[in-house]
């Protein structure tokens, strides 16, 4: 089993920044991606951002390219994400999920452990 813990949300206006953070524990031997998603009110769940365990490859949603980073510190098992230029569209409970797989992709369904979220709010 993982376990993930997300900080770092609150409250910012519109073009500030935040950094979310999420650690990980337990057998992250076995982590391939950590990813982010988030879910705003009435809205399904929405790909973030994801970053490969090992190589650090990289991958964003285009809403967010350009604006957030997604970056791990694998010596603290723990992965950030940078959000700058932030707009009240990204206001959203934020989560961090780990996947098996190398198949896991933008697709939430194929990642196995999630947080319990992190509320970040934009005021515009």
């Known amino acids: 089993q993982v376990q993930v813990v997300e900080s770092g949300g609150g409250l910012v206006q519109a073009g500030g920044s935040l950094r979310l953070s999420c650690a990980a524990s337990g057998r992250t031997f076995s982590i391939y991606a950590m990813g982010w998603f988030r879910q705003a009110p009435g809205k399904e769940r929405e790909f973030v951002a994801t970053?490969?365990?090992?190589?650090?490859?990289?991958n964003y949603a285009d809403s967010v390219k350009g604006r957030f980073t997604i970056s791990r510190d694998n010596a603290k098992n723990t992965v950030y994400l940078q959000m700058n230029s932030l707009k009240s569209e990204d206001t959203a409970v934020y989560y961090c999920?780990?996947?098996?797989?190398?198949?896991?992709?933008?697709?939430?369904?194929?990642?196995?452990?999630w947080g319990q979220g992190t509320q970040v709010t934009v005021s515009s």
């Open positions: 999920a780990a996947a098996r797989s190398a198949a896991s992709g933008t697709y939430s369904r194929n990642y196995d452990y």
């Open positions: 970053i490969t365990w090992n190589s650090g490859r990289t």
